[in-house]
């Protein structure tokens, strides 16, 4: 299961549960909190910075597999996070899951990747992945 697959996921059985989408808690409550605590605001840039390095693993495999077109994997990776909160933030807006469906092409086009050259489903080594995310992206 793909992170869109989970997010989506957790959008629309979040939808069922309680009628409404609630979208990311931690995106609810940076947009709420981070500039009125600054402790809550340095926590959740942390959390943040986390989920990114997480991405930035994979961008950098998929870079190293000439998949995706990138200069800075980092960016790259903050980018993909950004255009998942932000696509949660207009799930909960609208109050549809469907806001999603476009996910993955929209992260496709920011990573300078086309469909031809991905393919779904294929698996990334366990040991690649335990390598890229010890040494970090750029030092696998």
């Known amino acids: 299961m793909s992170l869109r697959e989970d997010q989506y996921g957790a959008t629309l059985h979040s939808s069922k549960d309680t009628g409404a ?3 990311c808690l931690f ?3 940076a947009l709420e909190l981070s500039s009125k605590d600054e402790t809550i ?7 943040f910075d986390a989920q990114i390095d997480m991405v930035a693993v994979f961008v950098e495999l998929a870079k190293g597999d000439d998949v995706v077109q990138v200069t800075d994997t980092r960016e790259a990776a903050r980018a993909l996070v950004a255009q998942l909160e932000g696509m949660v933030l207009f799930a909960k ?3 549809d899951p469907a806001q999603l469906d476009q996910l993955w092409s929209h992260s496709l086009a920011l990573l300078g990747a086309t469909r031809a050259n991905v393919q779904p489903g ?8 335990r390598r890229g995310w010890i040494q970090g992206p750029g030092r696998g």
Not at 41 to 47: G, K, N, P, S, Y
């Open 93 to 95: 807006l609208l109050d």
């Open 122 to 129: 294929r698996e990334v080594s366990r040991a690649r992945v």
């Open 27 to 29: 995106g609810n409550l």
């Open 21 to 23: 989408v609630t979208g």
């Open 41 to 47: 605001r340095e926590r959740l840039q942390e959390i």
